[in-house]
């Protein structure tokens, strides 16, 4: 069974930063790409990017390119999605996600990250 | 970047009764390969989404069979046949044929 299992709730202030992981198990994580997609505060889903931790090539949407990295540890089967100098506006649940056959076939539980002053 | 516009976006159902919500692409969906890749996925209140239907009309495993989708190009349709109220949630749908996938913004599924 797939399963993605994302670290903790997290609460920065504007500028820090920070790491969030996604933990994967029950498939060969080398094999498929994994990623991440964003769900702002009473809002829709919107799809950021993924990468193949295989040989770590790494998609980003247009929107969230230079905005976040994606990065993969493939000895502890990890996802990363990070930020350099976070804003309120990045206040959101994020979920891991792997996306299969063009479509995304399993989800993690999320991480909300609050920033605030 | 593709948009994907779904209708209506509050969809309020006596249960018991069908439900469809469209799905409309600003292009074509159909892939170089000849596939169509337009999915659906069911977010209910406080959890992650899950999927429903993926290649336009294909339940996943586990997906009761009062969910069916339909459609092809640019038009899709997502169809509860008899509402339940484990059924209340978000529905969004994705296109995977083209980069960046791109979400609808959802339709919101009440009881009445």
């Known amino acids: 069974e797939v399963q993605l299992v994302q670290s903790g709730a997290e609460v920065k202030k504007p500028g820090e930063s920070l790491r969030i992981s996604c933990k994967a198990s029950?498939?060969?994580?080398?094999?498929?790409?994994i990623g991440w997609v964003r769900q702002m505060p009473g809002k829709g889903l919107e799809y950021m990017g993924i990468i193949y931790p295989g040989d770590s090539n790494t998609r980003y949407s247009p929107s969230f390119q230079g905005q976040v990295t994606i990065s993969a540890d493939k000895s502890i089967t990890t996802a990363y999605l990070q930020w350099s100098s976070l804003k309120a506006s990045d206040t959101a649940m994020y979920y891991c996600?792997?996306?299969?056959?063009?479509?995304?076939?399993?989800w993690g539980q999320g991480t909300l990250v609050t920033v605030s002053s | 970047d593709v948009v994907m516009t779904q209708s209506p976006l509050s969809l309020p159902v006596t249960l018991g009764q069908p439900a469809s919500i469209s799905c409309r692409s600003s292009q074509s969906l159909i892939h170089s390969d000849g596939n169509t890749y337009l999915s659906w996925f069911q977010q209910r209140p406080g959890q992650s989404p899950r999927r429903l239907i993926y290649k336009v009309s294909n339940r996943d495993s586990g997906v009761p069979d009062r969910f069916s989708g339909s459609g092809s190009g640019t038009d899709f349709t997502l169809k509860i046949s008899r509402v339940e109220a484990e059924d209340v949630g978000v529905y969004y749908c994705?296109?995977?044929?083209?980069?960046?996938?791109?979400f609808g913004q959802g339709t919101k599924v009440e009881i009445k």
């Open positions: 996600m792997r996306p299969l056959t063009y479509s995304i076939d399993s």
């Open positions: 994705m296109q995977g044929t083209h980069w960046p996938r791109t």
């Open positions: 029950g498939y060969s994580f080398t094999t498929y790409w």
